[in-house]
Nanobody, 118 residues
Framework: QVQLVESGGGLVQAGGSLRLSCAASGRTFRTYRMGWFRQAPGKEREFVAAVYWIGGSTYYADSVKGRFTISRDNAKNTVYLQMNSLKAEDTAVYYC???????????WGQGTQVTVSS
């Protein structure tokens, strides 16, 4: 059982920055990859960024490339999302997700609201 606790969401003006954090805990310590998804009102959940725990390969949605950076702290089992040059279109609930092995169901955080005013 894995629990994810997110923090760092809030209200920011367009062009500003936020850093989201997601700390994973539980009785299993294996991590295959972690990532961020977001869901705006009336929209489907969409992929934002992911990082593979071993090797640290990162992947981004085209909409955030060059603006967002995902990173992880293996010792703390924590993933971060540094969001720069925020746009109103980035407004959404951001969810952290983790996967212990390929093909295994994701565990999800509760979500944190990011609101970008323009």
């Amino acid at each position: 059982q894995v629990q994810l606790v997110e923090s760092g969401g809030g209200l920011v003006q367009a062009g500003g920055s936020l850093r989201l954090s997601c700390a994973a805990s539980g009785r299993t310590f294996r991590t295959y990859r972690m990532g961020w998804f977001r869901q705006a009102p009336g929209k489907e959940r969409e992929f934002v960024a992911a990082v593979y725990w071993i090797g640290g390969s990162t992947y981004y949605a085209d909409s955030v490339k060059g603006r967002f950076t995902i990173s992880r702290d293996n010792a703390k089992n924590t993933v971060y999302l540094q969001m720069n040059s925020l746009k109103a279109e980035d407004t959404a609930v951001y969810y952290c997700a983790t996967q212990s092995d390929p093909g295994v169901s994701y565990a999800w955080g509760q979500g944190t609201q990011v609101t970008v005013s323009s």
